[in-house]
């Protein structure tokens, strides 16, 4: 009851005005009703009269993050860390906020430590340093410690597996981002196509209620579609278990606003990570994750406590019928030159590191009158990357930044660009598969983790494994090649457009028919009263 926990702390602070944790509690209620300001005004308070509160300046940079105020929340953060320099949780936080604005001399000084952060002493949250390393044994090692420390199993009795098979199986989604969200986009479709007389679908909401078309559809989607972020872990869990919920697919994994605390009661006989977490969620909770043999090779299974549900093409569920904007678009009203080569890279800022843009701004002097477009995902970003442009030789007019538009004039951008680069080692998910849509080849460069395999995948599935390098140096050179002979980038771009409509990728029919068969395949195993094992879907 947050309201009545404000009203208590304001009672106490008005017996006792400088009591430090009851204005650093308040700061977090009113960070928990979403009063960023408020909240900041109370930290401000408690650390005036505790100011060695290194967990107050943590969750003051919490809410400036949330505010969008992060060069101040970076700030607070580096704040905490100097009264309490081994505090890893905050460290990971600051080097993930340091890579949204490419604040690479910042970053350079925790670098020799990165190995050591959230892998042995203290838990991180895992999101915040996928995009730093191609380690997947450290990425499980992060996920393991921070599931033991932060979700310790909770799990309650299962009822007795049905005796007859159910003529339907029960999947259960729980996603925060049923909304405008890549996610959402990605998922909507399959919701829609799930065999009616084999499957019943809920959706569980977990965040958020706004009022946007991609909401309105998905909630259409599901059977029975239910908001229960006002609900605690336990009692969503204990709501999907009176639903009778065979299988219960997370969404979200450890990203923003997750609810993984759910899954440690045992939501379902069937626990699965799928699509939102980039990586092993370390837990034994989770029974299985959604993937494909080049986004996990067999070799890399030791690297995951989930097993695997094979599908045969490719992990990613996409929409083959996302529209694209009606209003004409132009170079000129994007800010890009009318002439010249457009390399596009609008991806989000914290995947762009020091060694991809090495690469980029060589290709840029390489390539005469070309220019790179970037996603200005923040107010900092672009005054960094332009100074840092100006360190390797290059002019901040070769930089173009695109701004957020709608998802229709989102796709519609693709357009106007030549060849997308992809970032290394934290590739392109969501950004691959749409650029993929609007038609636009991808270079990438393949490594060793789910992170560093996600658009080669795609480029498998849609028939583009040439576009897939394994080297920087390969990397770079099949760009500079496509850049500069027009005739092979044309014979890629049209073999892309063929292979759209008549390669798996974005076939969602067939995508959705596969899914179904892995979910089918995983309660056959736990039916018959086996563990979970590696199921292999086959085409």
């Known amino acids: 009851d947050l309201k009545e926990a404000v009203a208590a702390y304001n009672q106490a602070l008005s017996l006792k005005p400088d009591y430090a944790n009851a204005w650093y509690n308040k700061g977090n209620t009113l960070h928990k009703q979403g009063k960023p300001d408020e909240a900041i005004v109370s930290y401000k308070k408690a650390l005036s009269f505790k100011p060695d509160h290194a967990d107050g300046f943590n969750n003051m940079g919490a809410t400036l993050l ?10 607070s953060y580096s704040r905490a860390l100097a009264i309490k320099p081994d505090y890893e949780a905050v460290r990971a936080q600051k080097l993930h906020q340091q890579a949204h604005i490419c604040d690479w001399p910042g970053i350079e ?15 991180v949250l895992p999101f915040t ?32 597996r049905h005796f007859l098979k159910p003529k339907k199986i029960r999947i259960g989604y729980f996603s925060t981002d049923f909304r405008e ?19 019943e679908i809920f959706g569980y ?10 909401r309105r559809r998905v909630a259409k989607s599901f059977d029975c579609f239910i908001d229960v972020q006002d609900m605690s872990d336990k009692d969503i869990s204990l709501r999907a278990r009176k639903d009778k919920i065979d299988i219960a697919s997370d969404l979200n994994g450890y990203t923003k606003n997750s609810r993984t605390g759910i899954f440690t009661y045992r939501a379902a006989p069937i626990q699965i990570n799928y699509l939102g977490y980039p990586g092993s969620m370390g837990a034994e909770f989770m029974d299985y994750i959604v993937a ?40 000129f009203n994007l800010g890009l030159p009318d002439s010249g080569f457009v390399f596009c890279a609008i991806n989000n800022s914290y995947k762009v590191n020091q060694r991809v843009f090495d690469i980029w701004m060589g290709l840029l002097k390489s390539v005469g009158g070309s220019v790179l477009w970037l996603l200005e995902t923040n107010k900092i970003v ?4 332009e100074k840092e442009a100006n360190k390797r030789g290059v002019t901040s007019d070769r930089l173009v930044f695109a701004k957020n538009v709608s998802h229709e004039k989102y796709l519609s951008q693709f357009y106007q660009a030549d060849l997308f680069l992809d970032t290394f080692p934290y590739s392109a998910g969501a950004t691959a598969s749409n650029a993929l849509w609007a038609g636009l080849p991808i270079v990438t460069k393949s490594g060793q983790s789910y992170t560093a395999r996600m658009a080669g995948s795609m480029l498998n599935a849609i028939g583009l494994p040439e576009l897939i390098t394994q080297t920087e140096q390969d990397y770079e050179a099949l760009i500079l090649e496509l850049a500069t002979n027009p005739t092979k980038l044309c014979k890629i771009k049209e073999k892309l457009a063929i292979n759209r409509l008549t390669q798996p990728l974005f076939n969602t029919e067939l995508y959705t028919k596969h899914l179904e068969n892995g979910y089918q395949k995983a309660y056959q195993n736990y039916f018959d009263g086996h563990l979970p094992q590696t199921i292999i879907v086959q085409k």
Not at 66 to 75: D, M, N, P, S, W
Not at 182 to 196: G, S, T
């Open 292 to 331: 494909d043999q080049h986004l996990i090779p067999p070799e890399s299974q030791k690297h995951f406590s989930e097993k695997q549900i094979y599908l045969p093409d490719v992990y990613v569920p996409t929409d083959n019928t996302l529209p694209f904007s009606n209003e004409p678009s132009s170079r």
């Open 181 to 199: 969200h890549p996610v959402a986009y990605l998922i909507a479709k399959v919701f829609q196509l799930h065999n009616r007389d084999k499957f």
């Open 382 to 385: 672009k005054a960094n990357l």
């Open 66 to 75: 949330r505010k969008g105020e992060l060069v101040e929340a970076i700030a």
């Open 205 to 214: 909401s977990l965040y958020g209620n706004e009022k946007s078309a991609v």
């Open 109 to 123: 000084v925790d670098e020799a430590r990165l190995a050591d952060i959230g892998t042995a002493r203290q838990s």
């Open 129 to 160: 340093l996928l995009s730093f390393e191609d380690a997947p044994q450290r990425h499980r090692m992060r996920s393991k410690l921070y599931a033991q420390e932060k979700v310790p199993y909770n799990i309650l009795p299962l009822n007795t």
